[in-house]
């Protein structure tokens, strides 16, 4: 750092600095020691204003799962999104949540949860099988879900575990996940 600074000092006379307010910039015109000058210009922030903001997309999926996710859940979902913070962080629940305040946003109270939206874990809980199985539904269309955007959570609506598919999917051993088709074919035949 020393060695940079004497080179500065050598090749440098002096930096004048000045405020473009029309075009919202800062010029500093430097004066090297040969004579020449050069114009740099450099955007001005304005008050408040700093580089370190939260990306606009993840403010988006904040603000759209904020409802009925928890900080946690929310965070988890940015960073398989592999969206950082605005200073190139990984979320925590208690980033999100220092995000949430500062926009007002409204957060996840679990008191006022009213058992219409699940998340796999408590439709799979509900069903009393793995969260695995509920994926594997989903993924076959037995089980609606819905997502605010991929890689978010998988929202279930608690009236539909009890749908005829879901039950009668759940039931059929090895194979819980396949619904049979009415117009398939066996290859096999029954005798």
């Known amino acids: 750092m020393r060695t940079r600074q004497r080179l500065v000092r050598a090749l440098i006379t ?27 210009r450099v955007h001005k922030p304005r008050t408040g204003e700093h580089g370190c903001s939260t990306p606009e997309q993840a403010l988006a999926v904040v603000r759209s799962m904020a409802g009925r996710w928890s900080d946690q859940d929310i965070a988890a979902s940015l960073n398989r999104m592999g969206m ?10 208690h980033r999100v949540g220092s995000v949430r305040r500062v926009r007002g946003i409204h957060g996840y109270r679990p008191a006022e949860k009213n058992g219409e939206w699940l998340t796999m874990r408590d439709a799979a809980a ?26 978010a959570p998988h929202q279930i609506r608690a009236a539909d575990l009890v749908s005829e598919r879901v039950v009668a999917a759940l039931k059929r ?7 049979d088709s009415e117009n398939q074919i066996s290859m096999f035949s029954d005798t």
């Not at 051993?173 to 619904?179: D, E, Q, S, Y």
């Open 84 to 93: 950082p913070t605005g200073q190139g962080k990984t979320w925590t629940a």
């Open 14 to 40: 002096e930096i004048v600095v000045d405020i473009d307010e029309a075009a919202g910039e800062i010029v500093l015109v430097i004066h090297w020691k040969g004579g020449q000058h050069s114009e740099l």
């Open 173 to 179: 051993k090895g194979r819980p996940c396949r619904a």
């Open 126 to 151: 509900k069903l009393g099988v793995s969260h695995h199985q509920i994926r594997k539904l989903i993924k076959a269309g037995v089980l609606a879900s819905e997502q605010i955007m991929p890689d």
